[in-house]
């Protein structure tokens, strides 16, 4: 028969195991930080829906996702300019044949995850957004050193009166 001192060492082992276990599941993402030191952002794959796009030049469908602030304010119309602590998210796919009915276009093979950061503080040589990128599904941080922001902001700069956005918000009903 087990002693009460063996069973609450028996629980307390249980107990650190499920902390363990626990912590392990909330332990932060392994991907390498892009090279301007901007951290994938968690949860983003739980984002909720700003936009969706299509590029006809390079074929590619694309979700154009929001972090809570992003949704927030997309949602009331107030994005121009967007607040602070808004996360915009852009997740690329390949064009492809839905099998079943060639004339649909889904969601191919994964190109890669982008994000635009806002924090008018922070990032003011970039109009107040910081930008990172990740390649495919190893989710390889995009750019030799910090200066790849340059060619993301550059090409966001036509639409500076859009506080640097292509994307306006789809509306709902
Ligand atoms: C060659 C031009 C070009 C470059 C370079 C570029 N973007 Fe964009 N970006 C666009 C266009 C056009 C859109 C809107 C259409 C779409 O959804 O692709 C867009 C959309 C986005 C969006 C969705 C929000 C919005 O503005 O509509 C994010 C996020 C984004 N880009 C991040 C980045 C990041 C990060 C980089 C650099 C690593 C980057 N972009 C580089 C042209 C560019």
């Not at 930008?131 to 550059?154: I, S």
Request: hydrophobic share 40%; net charge positive.
């Amino acid at each position: 028969m087990l002693q009460r001192a063996q069973i609450i060492s028996v629980l307390a082992g249980f107990s650190a195991l499920s902390v363990a276990i626990a912590s392990s599941l909330a332990a932060p993402s392994k991907v390498a930080p892009a090279p301007n030191g901007i951290t994938l952002p968690q949860n983003y794959k739980d984002w909720r829906v700003i936009g969706v796009s299509h590029r006809k030049d390079n074929n590619t469908l694309r979700i154009i996702l929001g972090n809570d602030a992003a949704i927030k304010a997309a949602r009331a119309g107030k994005t121009n300019p967007w607040p602070n602590g808004a996360i915009l998210g852009k997740l690329v796919f390949k064009d492809t044949s839905h099998k079943a009915w060639e004339d649909a276009t889904i969601p191919g093979k994964f190109v890669h995850a982008e994000f635009m950061i806002k924090d008018s503080q922070k990032f003011t040589k970039t109009g107040g957004w910081g930008y990172a990128r990740w390649l495919g599904k190893e989710q390889k941080p995009y750019g030799d050193d910090a200066d790849f922001v340059e060619e993301c902001h550059g090409c966001h700069t036509p639409v500076k009166d859009n506080d640097y956005v292509f994307t306006h918000p789809i509306i709902l009903p």
